[in-house]
């Protein structure tokens, strides 16, 4: 177990040694992360094997090795993080280059309008969307504070009558008690 987990240890300390020196290597950028893939392959399987035979280890030994078998998979999962951070960081890179390119290589003419605009539509779509949304709003809340004028118009119409009903028959009846008793 000791001589995989060297071995594994060594193979750690070369990867991250191979990531420092990432950014001076020019060409063979497909071969350098496919070494970089199997490197880590090759650790993530010894990292398997040391698990297993962690278990075979005596007990007296058992937990430095968990330790280090622990540290093993820390590292390598630190490894695989750069990795992909790198990867994506190259992706980004190359896309771009490549809007970086289209962008230079297109042709403007004065005649052709398709060509002189500037890309920016999805600025524009949200702008008019918010207008149109802005326009719609303010056309909803003047129709319903006429319909609440036209409702409190005839709220008020209804208690009118209510009120001088109530009077009317309040005056009956004191006309009522008045007059009989």
């Keep these: 177990m000791e001589a995989l987990y060297h071995q594994t240890n060594r193979m750690v300390l070369e990867t991250q040694e191979y990531f420092h020196n990432l950014d001076r290597i020019v060409g063979n950028e497909n071969e350098t992360d496919k070494e970089i893939q199997e490197r880590l392959n090759s650790i993530s399987k010894n990292c398997e094997k040391l698990s297993v035979m962690l278990f ?25 993080a750069a990795f992909r951070n790198y990867q994506f960081a190259k992706q980004r890179k190359k896309q771009d280059e490549i809007e970086r390119e289209q962008l230079l290589s297109r042709r403007f003419t004065a005649t052709d309008s398709e060509n002189t605009t500037i890309l920016i539509d999805h600025n524009l779509q949200h ?23 036209r409702l409190i118009e005839k709220r008020v119409k209804e208690d009118k009558y209510i009120l001088l009903g109530g009077m009317a028959v309040t005056l009956v009846i004191i006309f009522i008690v008045i007059v009989y008793f």
């Design 56 to 80: 075979k280890e005596p007990l007296a030994k058992r937990h430095n090795s968990k330790l280090k078998l622990d540290q093993l998979k820390y590292d390598l999962q630190h490894l695989q």
């Design 127 to 149: 702008q008019q969307s918010l207008v149109v949304s802005q326009t719609y709003f303010c056309g909803l809340y003047w129709c319903l504070s006429n319909t609440t004028m």
